[in-house]
């Protein structure tokens, strides 16, 4: 498929909105344990400023280069991280294909992140861009890459849970 097959394009917009709907699903649900199935087992997954993608410097606040850097990451979420209970709600828009190459979808998307306490109102934790690698295999899309480009001029402690 090319960018110019313009029935494909749409299509393939449609099933990354749905495939990015059921990845903030998974978040705002808190089934942290099937976070990692979005991905592949060689994925690159990380949190990083604006500023630093710009200046292209590759240091992020979280930084995941496989599959099983993800599983323990929920590990530590669950097992030895304490933070006040939370609840989160993804909001996903502006999805667009890039680019297709063969089986890999080159894709962003803007995301805006929502947090709530049991005793505060609730407040935008986090605010970006997804830019993101897909492989479109058997069991359909899989992110191989995914950089989670924030644009807050301030980071709250809160980041706990991937974005």
């Known amino acids: 498929m090319t960018l110019t097959d313009y029935s ?3 299509s393939l917009r449609a099933r990354l909105r749905d495939f990015y709907d059921d990845y903030a699903f998974c978040l705002d649900e ?3 344990e099937a976070w990692p199935d979005f ?5 690159h997954y990380r949190v990083l400023s604006r ?3 710009d200046a292209g410097l590759p240091l992020g606040l979280i930084y995941c280069m496989n ?3 993800l599983r323990d990451r929920v590990t530590a979420l669950r097992e030895t991280t304490m933070f006040e209970p939370r609840s989160l709600r993804h909001f996903v ?3 667009r294909v890039m680019e297709v190459q063969g089986d890999h979808i080159v894709a962003q998307a803007n ?3 929502m947090e709530s306490l ?3 109102e609730p407040t935008l934790n986090m605010v970006g861009r997804y830019l993101d690698v897909l492989r479109d295999g058997p069991d359909g899309l899989a992110f191989t890459r995914r950089d989670c480009v924030y644009d807050n001029y301030r980071v709250r402690t809160s980041l706990i849970v991937p974005l």
């Open 51 to 53: 500023e630093n993608h």
């Open 118 to 120: 049991s005793d505060r």
């Open 67 to 69: 599959k099983n850097m």
């Open 8 to 10: 494909g394009v749409l």
């Open 39 to 43: 991905f592949t087992e060689d994925c």
């Open 111 to 113: 995301f805006a992140v």
């Open 30 to 32: 808190n089934r942290l």
């Open 93 to 95: 828009s502006g999805v």
